[in-house]
DNA sequence: GCAAAAGTGTTTTCATTACACCCATGA
DNA sequence: TCATGGGTGTAATGAAAACACTTTTGC
């Protein structure tokens, strides 16, 4: 809050638990994954409470490392689960974040009872994290298109086909070879590297690197975003129109784009 | 949080208070203003602390109505400030909404003292509403131009300069009429009524409504987009790439699109 | 030599942009 | 009649989409 200056404003500090849980994304075996932790009769997201003298970052990131191992990953804020009822032992509002992890950074757990699960068949899930999976889906989805998170779930050195599938994967839908390989090459946000990869059969691929671009800030930070936004359009979305009443209940926001 | 089953995972509930903040846009003297209410020595948000037995988006629209006078106006959810220092005097995590309202909603303030200042001339600010001013600013801007969030700017009926004005002074650049004018027609998200606005001068204008598009799900709502996406790009953002690292502090995630 | 994946250009299509004049009204 | 804001169409540009064959390697 705010207003320390006018305390008739405020009302007694409330017992509201914060806590924070993180959808961590890779891609394995063809397919999108979730990391899922058991609990008797259901799944979970990685979670825990924030500590009183942490930022939520650090506490999505520890959430993180208890159980994937890895922490020197890519993470954003998705958004705040408030519903009252969300958690019926307490009320306790969920800092839910994301993270993208390429598949060599976590193979092996710090929680060995932790699993992937497909994102197209996923488990019973606890409390709302079924919803939240989704969201965070749909936010990926869409900044898939209009920045360079992708990469995130690639190695630091991949092949074109790699990267292609990552988006195709994703998007769930096959992308033109020849198209998405201008594409790239046009953003100038890869560089081929010295090496190549010998595949199982067929012709060995050249190995690229990502290469960051030109404006100041990194993406996933909003507020350097001061004027010029819309980069690296790989893929085009669909352009379907989204119905819209005048008053709208507050809930998941779209997110930010 | 979620794991009651894994209550070795919990730390004891944290003294962590939770409020919302509200950045209120509207647009009056052809600029986009903020709502902000005096304290002592600066101007601060309208906000509040969440109450345990209530959703966040209703603390929202309480601080809203509190400072505002109206409720019944567009809000989403911004962003969860969250760093340890953000307020002095006491933990405290902010869930950040922003409103959009009509200048024909709120013209009479329930709060008296409440201000409406232009969002390039602004005062002192509190603790770190000048940031989240900024990034809510940044979010409208984006959201403008892929979703239909420009009308909740606008009176139930309105005509299509003062509609292209509502786009010029948010993006704040100029905008063909003519193509304006086609985009919008050919979107479909606008219907013309019978009647027609004297303007003081000049050819009367015909007055048009908001009408609701295809998609099933509202503009806001997250977890309903599921797969397609990108409606309503009514005015084109500049191409500029941005930079990125491969592992990235978290931040005000660039939030949703 | 053949199976398998890597790599490479051109044409069509469509949306965005740029651009200038007539219309209806009140004073 | 004139000042003011409302209203209208067309051509040029540029990005995205569609589309098929050659190359390199291991076996």
Redesign the interface.
């Known amino acids: 809050?705010?207003?320390?200056?006018?305390p008739e404003?405020?009302?007694a500090?409330?017992?509201?638990?914060?806590?924070v849980?993180v959808v961590v994304f890779t891609i394995r075996d063809e397919s999108l994954h979730v990391l899922l932790?058991p609990?008797?009769?259901a799944w979970?997201?990685p979670?825990?409470?924030?500590?009183?003298?942490?930022?939520?970052?650090v506490a999505?990131?520890r959430a993180l490392t208890?159980v994937a191992g890895a922490s020197?990953?890519?993470?954003?804020?998705?958004?705040?689960f408030?519903?009252?009822a969300r958690?019926p032992?307490?009320?306790?509002?969920?800092?839910a974040?994301y993270a993208l992890v390429s598949a060599d950074v976590v193979s092996d757990h710090a929680d060995p009872r932790a699993q992937w699960w497909p994102v197209a068949t996923l488990p019973q899930l606890?409390?709302d994290?079924r919803?939240i999976i989704?969201?965070a889906l749909?936010?990926l989805?869409?900044?898939l298109?209009?920045?360079?998170v992708g990469?995130?779930l690639l190695p630091?050195r991949f092949t074109l086909s790699e990267l292609q599938r990552v988006y195709e994967i994703i998007l769930?839908r096959e992308l033109d070879k020849r198209n998405f390989r201008r594409k790239v090459e046009m953003?100038?946000?890869v560089k081929p590297t010295r090496e190549q990869r010998a595949s199982i059969t067929g012709r060995p691929a050249q190995l690229y690197r990502?290469v960051?671009?030109?404006?100041?800030?990194?993406?996933?930070?909003?507020?350097p975003?001061?004027?010029?936004?819309?980069?690296?359009?790989i893929a085009?979305?669909?352009?379907?129109?989204?119905?819209?009443?005048?008053?709208?209940?507050?809930?998941?926001?779209?997110?930010?784009?």
Chains 1, 2 share one sequence.
Do not use: C
Request: charged share 25%; glycine share 4%.
């Open positions: 809050m705010v207003d320390t200056n006018q404003l405020h009302r500090s409330a017992p509201i638990r914060v806590g849980e932790a609990a008797d009769t979970h997201l979670s825990d409470l924030v500590r009183p003298d942490e930022p939520l970052d999505a990131r208890d020197e990953v890519w993470l954003e804020q998705l958004y705040t408030g519903d009252v958690d032992h307490a009320r306790t509002i969920s800092v974040h606890m409390l994290h919803r989704d969201y749909t936010r989805r869409n900044k298109a209009y920045t360079t990469f995130q630091q769930d953003l100038g946000i990502f960051a671009t030109e404006a100041p800030e990194v993406i996933g930070a909003p507020y975003l001061t004027v010029a936004q819309s980069p690296v359009q085009r979305i669909s352009p379907v129109l989204r119905r819209r009443g005048r008053v709208v209940p507050v809930s998941p926001s779209e997110g930010n784009r």
